[in-house]
């Protein structure tokens, strides 16, 4: 029932930015995960419910940010600064239980995944 479209992902040179957006069909808890071709899949940002609360994964502090706009369902992820080992797949996922949490496992439903490719 609850379905969830990723859009924005491309490629780009070191140093950019792009922004990341996930229309859900209902308001829920989310996550920012990526994979990378051999790796398992990591966390990479998470908001609450209301996006009173934050969270990020060491390796993307102070580059990204994640936002929501709950009157159209959607959450955002900017990323500037683009690495080439930000370079994965991207996936945005809804956490059922409504609270953020950083195991991919917890989460219910997912995205079809964004592919963001940086090239050095």
């Known amino acids: 029932q609850v379905q969830l479209v990723e859009s924005g992902g491309g490629l780009v040179q070191a140093g950019d930015s792009l922004r990341l957006s996930c229309a859900a069909s209902?308001?829920?808890?989310m996550g920012w995960f990526r994979q990378a071709p051999g790796k398992e899949r990591e966390f990479v940002a998470g908001i609450s419910r209301n996006g009173g609360r934050v969270y990020y994964a060491d390796s993307v502090k102070g580059r990204f940010t994640i936002s929501r706009d709950n009157a159209k369902n959607t959450v955002y992820l900017q990323m500037n600064s683009l690495k080439p080992e930000d370079t994965a797949v991207y996936y945005c996922a809804a956490q059922s239980t409504g609270w953020v949490t950083f195991d991919p496992m917890t989460y219910s439903y997912w995205g079809q995944g964004t592919q963001v490719t940086v090239s050095s």
């Open positions: 209902g308001t829920y808890a």
